[in-house]
T-cell receptor, first 112, second 114 residues
Framework: KQEVTQIPAALSVPEGENLVLNCSFT??????LQWFRQDPGKGLTSLLL?????REQTSGRLNASLDKSSGRSTLYIAASQPGDSATYLC???????????FGTGTRLTIIP | DTGVSQDPRHKITKRGQNVTFRCDPI?????LYWYRQTLGQGPEFLTY????????KSRLLSDRFSAERPKGSFSTLEIQRTEQGDSAMYLC????????????FGPGTRLTVL
C-alpha cells in the first residue's frame, strides 16, 4: 500500500527566501507525481507533474524534482512571496492504479 | 470558464438527510474521479469513472454512498442517511486519456452534517 508523507506539516519563512518542501513515498513503482496548491476552503490547483522517467520539472519560480529510488520529491520555491502562502500537497499515481495517493500537506506561510 | 465545476459549493444538512452533489468535468475529459478531504488531511480517493462506467470504488465508499455518470459527462455523488462523520470537502477531478494522466480538480463541495 502506497503511503505519502510530507514533513514539516507547517513552515513559515520571510518573504524573498528560497525554500524547499519535501515529499516521500513508500512504493517506488510510481507512474507520476503531482504537486498541488490548496488555498483555505478551496479546491486543488495543479502546479507541476513529473513523469516517472523524469528527474525534474520547472514552472516559473517553481522546480520539482523526483528521485524514485529513494522515494522522494522536493518542491523548490524561489524568491518566495506572500501570495505563495497556501497548503502544498504532493500526490502519487502508481502503475495499474487510477487513484492519486496524497500526503497530508505542508502549510506554508510567507511573512511579509 | 472551462475548468471542473461542482455544485453546490456548500451544503449544510441535518443528520439522517440525503444529499446529492454534482460535478461537471472539463469538456472531452472521459475520466472522472471523486475524492473526500477532511480537515487537515490530504484528499482520499472514493471512486473513478471512465466514460459512464464506474471502474473502481474505495472501501471508504460505504453502502450509503452512490455515484453515477449516466451519459459519460457530468457525475453525481449521493449520500443517504448522512452522519456527522460525513462532514468533509468532496472534490471532483477529471482528465483525458492522454495528458500524462494529469488530474484537474474542481473547487469542491463543503458538506456540514449537523
Amino acid at each position: 500500500k502506497q503511503e505519502v508523507t510530507q514533513i514539516p506539516a507547517a513552515l513559515s519563512v520571510p518573504e524573498g527566501e528560497n525554500l524547499v518542501l519535501n515529499c516521500s513515498f513508500t512504493d517506488s513503482a510510481i507512474y507520476n507525481l503531482q504537486w498541488f496548491r490548496q488555498d483555505p476552503g478551496k479546491g486543488l490547483t495543479s502546479l507541476l507533474l513529473i513523469q516517472s522517467s523524469q528527474r525534474e520539472q520547472t514552472s516559473g519560480r517553481l522546480n520539482a524534482s523526483l528521485d524514485k529510488s529513494s522515494g522522494r520529491s522536493t518542491l523548490y520555491i524561489a524568491a518566495s512571496q506572500p501570495g505563495d502562502s497556501a497548503t502544498y500537497l504532493c500526490a502519487v499515481k502508481n502503475f495499474g492504479n487510477e487513484k492519486l495517493t496524497f500526503g497530508t500537506g505542508t502549510r506554508l506561510t510567507i511573512i511579509p | 470558464d472551462t475548468g471542473v465545476s461542482q455544485d453546490p459549493r456548500h451544503k449544510i444538512t441535518k443528520r439522517g438527510q440525503n444529499v446529492t452533489f454534482r460535478c461537471d468535468p472539463i469538456s472531452e475529459h472521459n475520466r472522472l474521479y471523486w475524492y473526500r478531504q477532511t480537515l487537515g488531511q490530504g484528499p482520499e480517493f472514493l471512486t473513478y469513472f471512465q466514460n459512464e462506467a464506474q471502474l473502481e470504488k474505495s472501501r471508504l465508499l460505504s453502502d450509503r454512498f452512490s455515484a453515477e455518470r449516466p451519459k459519460g459527462s457530468f457525475s453525481t455523488l449521493e449520500i443517504q442517511r448522512t452522519e456527522q462523520g460525513d462532514s468533509a470537502m468532496y472534490l471532483c477531478a477529471s482528465r483525458t486519456s492522454g495528458s500524462y494522466n494529469e488530474q484537474f480538480f474542481g473547487p469542491g463541495t463543503r458538506l456540514t452534517v449537523l
